[in-house]
Structures are given as C-alpha cells and as structure tokens.
C-alpha cells in the first residue's frame, strides 16, 4: 500500500491555490500518495511455535509478485537442489530464485539459513525492503533461527534507503532475539552514519568497536577519511594516514580517493594532486572515484583546462565517465556557451568505443545543450530502451538531475514516476533532486513538502538534503526559515524548557551548545543563552 501524507497534500494544494493552472498541473501531489512508500514497521514480538498448518509468509508473497515462477511447480526434486538453485539464481534473477522458494516451500520443504540470507540481501539491494522484512519474520516464526548474517543483510537495505530510525529498530529486535553485532554490523552503521552526516553517531560505533576489541579495517578508515571530509576536519585526514601507516594498514584505492577529495573540497588542490602523484608513485591504480574528484573539484574553482585534461586521461585508462561528473562538466562549458566543446567530448567518448553508456550521456548532452529532442522524460527512457542500457536507480536519479538543475520540476516528477513504475522504491538521492528542482524553479512550498515527506516517510535527511533546502530558501528570500534549517541540520532533538506559554516553540535539536527557539509570530530563531 503507498503512502499518502495529509500534511504534505494540504500545504501543496494551498500553494497551488496561488500558483499558474501550469503550476496546478504539476503531479506534485502525486508523488506523495502514489510513488513514495509507506514506512517499514518491524514488529519486537517473540517468535510464536512453529505450526505445519501456518500459512507460509512467502509462498503467498511470491504467488502474487510472480505467477510465471510457479510454471514448473509440479516436477518433484530434492531438497538440496532447491536449496542451490534458490542461492545460485539469487544475485542474478531473483524472480526465479523467489520463485523457487515458493516451489520448495508448496512441496513441504525450508530452505536453508545460507538461502534466506543471500534472498534478504538480494531483496534489500533492490530496493524491496518489505519483502526482505517478511521473510526475516518468516524465519522468526518458522525457523531457523535468524543469525548476524540475515540482519545485517536487511539492516543493509535499510540504510541503503537512508531509513535510519527503522535501522535503530531492527537493532534493537537483534538484541532482543540475543543476536550479537559483528564487523559487518558495525561496518554499516559507520557508512551509513558517515554519510549522513552524524558525527556524533558515528563517534559512537567507533566506540563500540573499541569496546568490544574490533579494529578498524581499511573500509572503516576509509569511512573515517569520509567523516573528517564532510565535518570540516581535513587537516586530521593527514593525521590518520600516519595512523595507518603506524598500526600496518595499507592505503588502498578508497583511501586515496577518500584523502583527495578531501583535499578538494577544501580548497587544498595542489595537496590533492600531491597526493594522487604519490598514489600512482606506489603503484595504486585510479579508480573512478579517484578520477570523479579530481574532475569535479577543478570544475568547482573553475580549472577547467586541468579538469578536461584529467577527463582525458580518465578514458586513456579505459574507464567509464561517471553521468554525474560529464553533467558537471557540461553544466561549467554550458555556463561558458562552449556547447561546440560538449559536442567534442561526446564525440571523443564514442570514438574510443564508449557504447555501453553511451545513450545516457548523448541524453545529458542534449538537455544540457537545449537542442530540444529530450526535453520529454518518457522520450529519455524510451531511448535508453532502444539501446538496450540497463535502467537501475543510478540511471534514473542521473536523468532527474538533469533535469532538476534546470528547474524542470514536471520533468523531473515524471522520471520519479518512470522509476516506480520500472519497480524501484524512490530512494533519497531522487527526492533530494527533487528538492533541487522544486528550489531551483522558485517553488520553495514543494520543496518544503518534499523534505517533510522524507521525515514523515521513515527517511533520515543527509547534509544534501538540508544544503539543498537551505539553497532553496535562498533562492525565495525566506532567509528566516533558512537559518531555522541550517540548525536543524547541525543539531538534533534539544531538549529546552517548554516556552509555549510565551508564544515560543523550541526547535527539537539535540545537545546543543546553547538553547535556540523559533518565536512562532514573527518565525526568527533566537539565542537565549545565559
């Protein structure tokens, strides 16, 4: 069932009441109780007797999702068989590995604790949380017993879908059921916080690690390098190099990818190339991260002769160019009304056989040079289609930024619902472009929607999401509710005195450094500290 949001649908049709009969037609409403899903609830019960005669949970999932997968459901085989199979077809074609659970499961049969946990982490992958949620539950009520293996794998869809609180919950639910947390569990948490932004939380699961004897791998000081980088702490980037070096961690490809671009978001471009030189010195292999922040960070002060140079040697390499990156540096050419030079990249890119990406960035190339022919999201998709290119989430969320950095809110809304419609749950990297769009067309209420129905949704906002609304607000001259924003991003859930009576509303911020309101007559944060 999908989700629909009162509040959100009030406030945007109020703001249509003001708006153009285009701005009415705009399907923002839509998005609401028709593309986003309803929150996943995971239920701290105890796992009830088995019972032979207990409805299973997914043979009735899988009769309705895929009838095709029951066509040989009649011909007998062992179990051991179905067990493989439902494994093996996992990664690859989950509908016939669904499908197979099904079978096994109408002949009497359970598949093994190794299957259901390649299926939790395939369904969680794809974007299908719900489904991995039923069959953790199934496990709880039928057995065998859920281990580390089967909650990591659907706490990692969870916060691959940045649903953080419901997160919090499954924990909660593996401590209840005497499941103890690993690396691996640790491991995604750290990600997931690092990329969110929560420094705090994120200090916390290093805690924990440290307490419970776990030392960090290379992924986790990579994940470390990424905190430092998104809180302003670059110079300590350098610090845990030394750090690695001393306790026999070698630097791979993240890390250096990591330390570069953390030395380019701050300015420090002559560090990061210092740094890569010393990478390629060591006989460390660019990956395309490594490329995309050398790029994106001379594109950002403007060096475009070095960023189109490394661009170069990026292909040289043999490696694909990122769709984010291309439309970075089409954006800084198209700024320039260098659309001759676009046209010479994307000829240069197919002259060196870059055919399998190829339709998306002929389609970037043409939103962003406004020659006219993709100005529709469905033409898009249908001439991915017509190439035979591979839609997954990656792809759509591309589409819609481009779109979104132009202001072409219908368009972006139309390739949200192209997705839904491919089965993809919208995730936050879609609504933050939306966000984006609605922002950048001067429709600051939408904008504002959205970024509710994200809290409302189950998701957790991520620094994106509050610098994209905070832009937006800029962009409005609604410079009051922009700094009421800039703190709900960097404070969360503070508990003040209850001023209500005053006519004052406390923000719910956490541990800040002082107690701030918002007067609720005249909107202005205030500063009452001692």
């Known amino acids: 069932m999908l989700f629909t949001s009162p509040k959100l649908i ?11 009969a285009s701005s009415i037609s705009m399907d923002a409403c839509s998005l609401v109780h028709r593309h986003l899903p309803r929150p996943l609830q995971l239920p701290l019960l105890a796992p009830p007797t088995p019972s032979r005669h207990r409805p299973r949970v997914t043979s009735a999932l899988v009769c309705c999702c895929c009838p095709a997968a029951a066509a040989d459901h009649h011909q007998e085989r062992p179990w051991e068989w179905y067990d493989r199979a439902i494994q093996s077809h996992a990664g690859s074609d989950l509908a016939r590995s669904l499908g197979l659970l099904a079978d096994m499961q109408a002949s009497g049969g359970r598949p093994s604790g190794s299957a259901y946990a390649r299926l939790i982490r395939a369904l969680s992958r794809a974007g299908r949380a719900l489904e991995a949620e039923a069959l953790l539950l199934e496990m709880r009520r039928l057995g065998p017993r859920p281990e580390a293996a089967h909650y990591n794998a659907l706490l990692e869809g969870l916060l691959a879908a940045a649903h953080l609180r ?55 000081y990579s994940m470390l390098v990424r905190l430092y980088r998104d809180n302003g702490m670059w110079k300590k980037a350098t610090d845990l190099v030394m750090e690695m070096q001393e306790v026999g961690v070698e630097l791979d490809v993240k890390i250096y990818s990591g330390l570069i671009d953390t030395f380019g978001k701050y300015g420090q471009l002559a560090d990061a190339r210092r740094m890569f030189d010393k990478m390629r010195a060591e006989g460390v ?24 140079r490394f661009f170069t040697s990026m292909q040289e390499e043999g490696m694909y160019p990122d769709p984010k990156i291309f439309v970075m540096i089409i954006s800084r050419l198209g700024e320039q009304g260098k659309w001759d030079e676009i046209k010479k990249l994307f000829d240069g890119m197919n002259n060196r056989g870059f055919k399998e990406s190829g339709a998306v960035y002929a389609i970037l190339v043409d939103i962003y040079g ?24 990656r792809v759509f969320c591309v589409i819609a930024n481009a779109y ?16 839904e419609e491919e089965g993809f749950e919208p995730n936050l990297v879609m609504l933050n472009s939306l966000i984006n769009a609605f922002g950048t067309a001067g ?33 409005a001259k ?22 209500d009576g005053y006519g004052i509303k406390p923000i719910t911020l956490s541990k800040a450094p002082e107690c701030l309101y918002v007067d609720q007559k005249s909107e202005k944060v205030q500063d009452n500290r001692v």
């Open 285 to 308: 292999r660019p990956d395309i991260s490594t490329w995309n922040a050398l790029i994106q960070w001379h594109c950002r002060v403007g060096n475009m002769k070095r960023a189109l």
């Open 10 to 20: 009030q406030v945007l049709t109020s703001h249509g009441q003001s708006t153009t």
């Open 478 to 499: 609604k410079f009051e509710k922009m700094i009421m924003y800039w703190f709900s991003s960097r404070l969360k859930h503070y508990a003040c005195e209850d001023l």
């Open 404 to 419: 979104a950095q132009q202001g072409l809110c219908e368009q972006t809304v139309n390739v949200l619902q192209l997705m």
């Open 443 to 475: 429709r600051h209420l939408e904008a504002l929607a959205v970024f509710q129905h994200i809290k409302d949704s189950g998701m957790s906002p991520d620094v994106v999401t509050y610098t994209t609304l905070m832009k937006t607000f800029m962009r």
């Open 370 to 393: 406004q020659y006219g022919h993709f100005r529709d999201a469905q033409d898009c998709i249908a001439a991915l289609r017509a190439e035979n290119t591979q839609l997954l989430p």
């Open 166 to 220: 419901l997160a919090d919950l499954l924990l909660l639910q593996m401590a209840d059921d005497g499941v103890a947390r690993n690396r691996r569990t640790y491991t995604l948490l750290l990600g997931a916080y690092a990329r969110a932004g929560r420094l705090e939380d994120s200090w916390w699961v290093l805690g924990e690690m440290r307490r419970w004897g776990i030392r960090l791998d290379t992924a986790g």
